[in-house]
Each structure stands twice: as structure tokens, then as C-alpha cells.
């Protein structure tokens, strides 16, 4: 696998080491990210996941050393690096080299990488109901994008693998659903699509809410709103949002199994045609 990474103001391949055991986000887990694709010859939304970068920065207790504008033009030049159609994952990320539990805003360093990362085949994907949720704004730092975070998900989707599943809807606090363990969820029922409205126990995704909005300008009415598990599994059809895979179909919510939907199948094709500029 190919990777090129912008640290210190140069680029480096390979893996190279950039945390030490007396660094901050090595035993404090004070890191952001953010996650972009270059496919196809097109890089959807880049700019807006730049920006949330900053964002995800700011509300962690970072420092944003590095312009929303500057990261943009760093991943760009990084996947000029690759052939113009390679399938690439795109990762900037910060994080504390200094401070006692609460991270030292002033220490913030800066990497951004990129790495063939190939598209998943939308082929369609098993889930089941998680046993784990996802935290409330007032025990985790949901606003932000953080490494921290994923631990959990990646309890979530453990337990789904080992059970003969794909991914896992994973519930809030509140006991309504949140997201999958990997990306937002949609369900589409009656000729209109639904999705959990952003509570702050999840991100409110990029491809997301271009998505939704795609749909409802194709005039597919669209719902924000909260979402049960047993609307989940009566659903017409359901599918993911993500920036990892897109837009991919979930065909199997426990032991009930879904065709790919037209909704789905829509939603799928809005978001190619808009990506390389229609």
C-alpha cells in the first residue's frame, strides 16, 4: 500500500514514526482526524472536510496550527502524488505532543495523510442491533471527530464481525438510533427517506447531509427525526452514508432480508453524477 504523508513540512512515505511514549496523544488519546476519498479523478467535499478538521480542532482543546485553506491545498498536492484514477483515503489529523490529562493547546502538531484505500464494492451488508451505545455530549467529546471515540465503535463492530454481520446500529443514550458502528444510517419507507436527526451524540456526516439534500432536490421528501430500532427493522429499505464507502446498501437487519431499493438506488446515483460535476 502506498502512503505519502505532510509532517514538518515535507513529505515522508511509508509509516514514519511521529509519536513518542512521552507524547500526549500516545496515552491521552488527544487526537482529531478527519476523512476524505480521492476516486475516480474527483475529491467530493474535500474543502468541507478540511474545514471540519479545524473544527473538530477547536472543540477538542486544540490548537487549529494549520488553516482550513493550507489543508485543502496539502491534500491536494498528496494526491497529485497518484495516478489520477486511484482510490485513495485522505487523513488529516492533530493531536497534543504535550500537557497533564487536559491537552497543552500550544503543543498541537500536524500530519496529513494519503493511501490506497480501494472503494467498497456496494454489494450490500449485513447489521445488527448493537449492545453498545453511543455516549451523550456530557460524557464524551462527541462534537469532535476524535481517535477517542472509536474504540467503541470499533466494540460495535467487532461484536457484529464475530456474529456473522457486516456493521451494527449502535443506539444513543436515549435508546433511539443513532448511527451505524461506521457510518450514518438511512431507512426508506413509503417513498420518503428517514434519518436519526443530529442529537449531538453523533457527527452530523458530510456525505450525509449531501445526501439529503441531493434527495430532496430530486424531490424525494426527506425526514430528520428520531428513529427506532423497530422502524429500523420494518423499514422498505435501508443503506449507509459515509465518506468511506459513499452511499452502500444494507440488504440484511438481522434476520430480515432487503432488496436494494430504489431510494437506495437513487441516492447512490445522485451522489456519483454530482461528484464528477452534474
Known amino acids: 500500500m502506498k502512503a505519502v504523508h505532510f509532517i514538518d513540512g515535507s513529505w515522508q ?3 514514519p514514526a511521529i509519536l513518542g511514549p512521552m507524547t500526549h496523544a500516545t496515552w491521552m488519546a488527544s487526537v482529531i482526524f478527519d476523512g476524505a476519498r480521492a476516486f475516480e479523478g474527483v475529491t467530493p467535499d474535500l474543502d468541507l472536510h478540511c474545514e471540519r478538521t479545524v473544527a473538530s480542532a477547536i472543540s477538542f482543546g486544540l490548537k487549529p496550527i494549520v488553516p482550513a485553506g493550507e489543508i485543502l491545498e496539502i491534500a491536494r498536492e ?39 484505500a480501494p472503494m467498497p464494492d456496494p454489494k450490500g451488508m449485513g447489521v445488527q442491533l448493537s ?65 436519526p436527526a443530529p442529537n449531538g451524540t453523533f457527527l452530523n456526516g458530510i456525505t450525509r447531509q449531501r445526501v439529503g439534500k441531493l434527495l430532496q432536490d430530486a424531490g424525494i421528501p426527506v425526514y430528520e427525526r428520531c428513529i427506532t430500532w423497530e422502524e429500523v ?25 432487503l432488496q436494494m431499493g430504489p431510494i437506495y438506488q437513487k441516492a447512490r446515483e445522485l451522489y456519483w453524477n454530482w461528484a464528477h460535476g452534474g
Open 78 to 116: 498528496g494526491v497529485s502524488k497518484f495516478s489520477p484514477d486511484a482510490e485513495l483515503y485522505i487523513r488529516p489529523m492533530l493531536w497534543a505532543e504535550t500537557g497533564f490529562v487536559a491537552p497543552d493547546p500550544e503543543s498541537t502538531r500536524f500530519c496529513l495523510s494519503v493511501f490506497e
Open 233 to 257: 427493522m420494518d423499514a422498505d429499505e435501508a443503506f449507509s452514508s459515509g465518506n468511506h464507502a459513499k452511499v452502500v446498501p444494507i440488504t440484511r437487519i438481522g434476520d430480515r432480508n
Open 131 to 195: 449492545s453498545f451505545r453511543r455516549p451523550l455530549p456530557s460524557m464524551a467529546p462527541t462534537q469532535a471527530k476524535a481517535a477517542c471515540l472509536y474504540p467503541n465503535s470499533g466494540r460495535a463492530l467487532r461484536e457484529a464481525l464475530d456474529n456473522g454481520f457486516d456493521n451494527a446500529v449502535v443506539l444513543d443514550g436515549l435508546g433511539n438510533v443513532a448511527e451505524l458502528a461506521t457510518a450514518n444510517i438511512w431507512i426508506a419507507k413509503d417513498g420518503a427517506a428517514h434519518t
Open 13 to 15: 512515505e511509508g509509516n
